[in-house]
């Protein structure tokens, strides 16, 4: 039992990096050379949110460090995002940070557009 832990701690830590940035990685340059769109957007999504998860872990660390399942939950949520049957990225990115994206870049252009016309607020 010893050597079947051993060697199940070693494929759980291996599996991160490959998970969460190796195939990402290989996937990303993938889909720049492949003329769909389609999975350009996945990629890019994937690229922002794994962004965002890592500067929050790096607020949180430590609380996230009082938590010892944190590692495996890190995984499902990654794998969630990159697996292609999923589209977890893609989904995320649509859902909840295009519109957010939107509203805030929409309101910035339209308070730029009046201090360019030079109206007064």
Known sequence: MG???TLLTHVHAFSGPVLMLLYPLYASVMAIENPSKMDDEQWLAYWIIYSFLTL???VFQFILE????WYTLKLV???WLVLPQFRGAAFIYER???ENVKKYTGERHQHNSHHSSGKPN
Do not use: D, G, K, N
């Not at 009082?66 to 399942?69: G, L």
């Open 66 to 69: 009082w938590i010892p399942i």
């Open 3 to 5: 050597r079947l832990w």
């Open 56 to 58: 929050t872990e790096m």
């Open 96 to 98: 909840y940070v295009r």
């Open 77 to 79: 949520l990654v794998a």
